[in-house]
């Protein structure tokens, strides 16, 4: 019976790979996943051909399917580096990433050419330290937890650098978008638990049991690898790169880092701004906010703003985080709701919807301005406005 499930999720696989890849087949992000679909697609078969005990009549597949364990971490990174914009393409160096899938390939070979009868005894008389598949096979199923588990958390890590750098520069951000592909990198560590689970009991078992990922993991990798495949499918900007720093690279930008423990002095010591220019930038800077409102364009960045006072971006930066005090993110977005809040109190903007009041301030979604709302102003929308009729 699991042999079915099992050739029915490679299947699903299959088809999803093929879908995926018409649909978005000029995208980088798209197509690392079609692989990572291949890839698992092939352990579903091999999960299945396991069950049904197919080796015993093709022992010459036995093992194959061992190394591939090694290939999801790097293609769910590469996957997500070109969804966050991390990476804008396949560079030569990506490829030292595969070096652990190419290492245990190498050191399988030995099984490998041995004679078919000898692999089937290998397989079902493991013997700690005289009959095995693998060399050193508790060591060998140890680096594979580790790698996945430290792959599994690359993901996370990206999203975070991502948003972080999005509230930097931008003044707009797709939090929905931010919150799926968090969902699908939890659930991703979640099943980096669970094989560090499978192992501990490897432990702490008896000898004669064989430390192997089991076949049935493929049900554990399958929900974030099917969540992608849903939210892929039914989002056409979910494997597209909207907004990234890498834009931005050319244009005079500090890159954006890992927080520290250090001040503001200290982070922008090589390019720090002039002292005679904080002044004058901090009241170009409100100035402009107040005459031509650029906060009101949804797709207003820190680029575009540092153009309008003719101040370099990293110098903007500064003045906003070192002085104000604020992102560039947080400073926009505070500016655009008490515009709205000053629209509300207008009786020539009582005819307004609420939505149109949120798209005149420059929100370009009606569930970021209301939480954005609440947030900074203590109420919602409209509770605030019918406080003012």
């Known amino acids: 019976m699991a042999s079915y499930l099992y050739t029915i999720l490679a299947g699903i696989s299959v088809f999803a790979a093929v879908v995926t890849f018409i649909k978005f087949r000029s995208n980088l992000a798209a197509r690392s996943f079609c692989v990572i679909l291949i890839i698992f697609a092939l352990e579903c078969f091999f999960a299945a051909f396991m069950d049904a005990k197919g080796y015993r009549d093709h022992p010459s597949l036995l093992g194959l399917s061992r190394p591939l364990i090694f290939l999801y971490g ?13 990476n804008r393409q396949f560079r030569a160096d990506m490829v ?61 890590v990206l999203i975070i650098k991502y948003r972080k750098s999005m509230m930097e520069f931008y003044s707009t951000i797709d939090n929905v978008k931010i919150l799926k592909l968090f969902t699908v990198a939890v659930q991703y560590i979640f099943s980096s638990i669970f094989l560090i689970y499978i192992f501990i009991g490897y432990i702490n078992g008896p000898a004669f049991l064989r430390p192997d990922i089991p076949v049935y993991f493929v049900f554990i990798l399958g929900i974030p690898i099917f969540l992608l495949v849903f939210f892929g499918l039914t989002d056409e900007n979910f494997f597209k790169c909207t907004v990234s720093t890498a834009d931005l690279i050319g244009k005079d930008v500090e890159p954006v880092e890992e927080e520290k423990d250090e001040s503001e002095d200290e982070k922008y010591q090589k390019n720090k701004i002039p002292d005679e220019l904080v002044q004058k930038g901090r009241e ?88 954005y709302f609440k947030n900074i102003m203590g109420e919602t929308p409209s509770k605030f406005r019918k406080k003012q009729s």
Not at 75 to 83: G, N, R
Not at 114 to 123: D, E, H, R
Not at 301 to 307: D, P, S
């Open 74 to 86: 790097p293609l769910f990174y590469l996957t997500y580096s070109y969804i966050t914009g991390y």
């Open 284 to 371: 170009l800077l409100e100035n402009v906010m107040e005459t031509d409102k650029p906060f009101t364009d949804s797709n207003l960045t820190l680029i575009n703003l540092a153009q309008m006072i003719h101040m370099k971006p990293h110098h903007l930066s500064q003045i906003l985080n070192g002085i104000i005090g604020q992102n560039f993110y947080v400073y926009i977005n505070s500016a655009r709701i008490k515009y709205a809040a000053d629209l509300m109190k207008d009786n020539d903007n009582k005819d307004k919807s609420i939505l149109e009041i949120a798209y005149q301030s420059g929100f370009n979604s009606k569930s970021a301005f209301n939480t």
């Open 96 to 156: 030292f990433h595969f070096i652990p899938f190419a290492a245990h390939a190498f050191l399988i070979i030995p099984f490998a050419v041995k004679s078919g009868a000898t692999k089937i005894f290998l397989y079902e008389h493991y013997v700690k330290g005289v009959a095995y598949i693998e060399y050193l096979p508790h060591f060998m199923m140890f680096v594979k937890v580790l790698l996945f588990f430290i792959y599994a958390l690359a993901p996370m």
